[in-house]
């Protein structure tokens, strides 16, 4: 996944001073070839694209596992970043989320409450924190058409296998946002130069691994309105979580970044080690809305933390009315994914123990449990309650 020329004790511990620009500059001069990923539409400023085409190949379960296993190929040894071009077919699906956000938004302002930003000063922007959940509570029926998507499922799978967790951050970049210093993301991408070094090399090499970034454009993005600043490849640096953090490497990536329009229903993934960041907005007139989604793996933890029992509450009957229309198991599976706790662990074993397996049952196999056999709702909440009390350690 990773490139670069190292000394000895680099090896073990990166540091910053011994980041070399030649060697990055080497790296993302490649050039990302068209025929080496068949299911692709083009290669634009070195970036891949997959169009609706794509869309024809998932059905067959064998064909699938093959476009997972090139987009894992494209966020390691490719250029480290996908585009999908309609990712959302059904541009109602984004309006109708994007006037749930908006509400969302409205409702924040009307109490009062001012976003924060990792990169703008707070009230410069809108944003809403744990969108996933606040969606889900607040209008499960939106929530659950949109995170159906099966690109966004995809995706996810093919970075981190099954079980992933999903959240969500709404940006919106109003005329007049500056663009953000060019850097890597969550985990070590949120540390200082001197806290990442205290990382060794290794976990500097695995944490892209856990998280995967993405974005689901909520309008048109032309180049004025400031869709986010690339460098593909540069995900292969090894020390590159503390190289973001020197000015000669901002300066690098400020003179040959790329940045690609987006329209409305389309979506970026990226690997997180990417050198990236958000451009300016210099329009007079639009309103930037992303839908900034992190999906962690199984096996790490989500930045923010989300009550997925009551989402679970929230989202079951709306699943169970889906599935009475003749909603395909496949899409109620991928609103359970982006809902539902998928991992069985940390939990209590004293009161959650793994009887018949190795594991507990996670709280999404309670839910498919239930959603199996229609059981009613009231049902699952007490379900859900008994088994978040299990998970729960006793106080001493």
Not at 46 to 66: F, K, M, Q, T
Not at 208 to 227: I, K, N, R, Y
């Amino acid at each position: 996944m990773t490139t670069t020329s190292t000394s000895a004790g680099a090896a073990r511990w990166f540091r910053t001073e011994d980041c070399n620009l030649e060697d990055f500059a080497q790296i993302v001069s490649t050039q990302t070839l068209i025929q080496d990923y068949p299911y692709a539409d083009a290669v634009e400023q070195n970036v891949l694209i997959y169009g609706p085409r794509l869309h024809s190949y998932l059905d067959d379960p064998a064909e699938r596992a093959d476009v997972q296993a090139e987009l894992a190929r494209a966020l390691t040894e490719g250029p480290g970043i996908v585009v999908f071009k309609g990712a959302f077919p059904d541009l109602g699906v984004v309006d109708r989320a994007t006037g749930a956000f908006n509400r969302l938004i409205a409702a924040q302002k009307a109490a009062g409450v001012t976003g924060g930003d990792h990169f703008a000063k707070p009230g410069a922007n809108d944003r809403v924190w744990g969108a996933l959940d606040k969606l889900a509570l607040a209008e499960p029926e939106v929530f659950a058409e949109y995170y159906s998507s099966d690109v966004l499922a995809l995706v996810s799978e093919a970075w981190l296998g099954p079980n992933y967790q999903v959240t969500s951050q709404v940006n919106v970049v109003n005329p007049g946002g500056g663009a953000q210093r060019a850097h890597r993301d969550y985990h070590l991408g949120f540390m200082s130069a001197e806290q990442a070094s205290a990382y060794p090399a290794h976990v500097h090499l695995l944490t892209p691994a856990l998280t995967l970034q993405g974005a689901v454009a909520h309008c048109d993005m032309p180049l004025e309105s400031g869709p986010t600043l690339y460098l593909p490849h540069s995900h292969k640096y090894a020390p590159g979580y503390v190289a973001f953090h020197r000015e000669d490497f901002t300066e690098y990536f400020q003179a040959n970044h790329v940045q690609l329009p987006l329209d409305k229903g389309d979506a970026a993934f990226f690997n997180p080690a990417l050198f990236h960041g958000a451009g300016s907005n210099v329009s007079t007139d639009i309103k930037r809305m992303a839908n900034l989604l992190q999906v962690s793996s199984a096996f790490g933890r989500a930045m923010e933390t989300v009550d997925r029992t009551a989402m679970g509450k929230a989202l079951y009957p709306v699943l169970l009315d889906l599935k009475a229309a003749g909603i395909p198991q496949a899409v109620l599976d991928n609103v359970i994914s982006a809902s539902a706790e998928g991992y069985a662990f940390p939990t209590n074993l004293d009161s959650d123990q793994p009887i018949g397996g190795l594991a507990p049952l996670s709280q999404a196999d309670v839910v498919r449990e239930h959603l199996g056999r229609d059981a009613a709702p009231e049902e699952l909440n007490q379900a859900l309650d008994a088994q978040g009390s299990r998970r729960m350690t006793e106080a001493k």
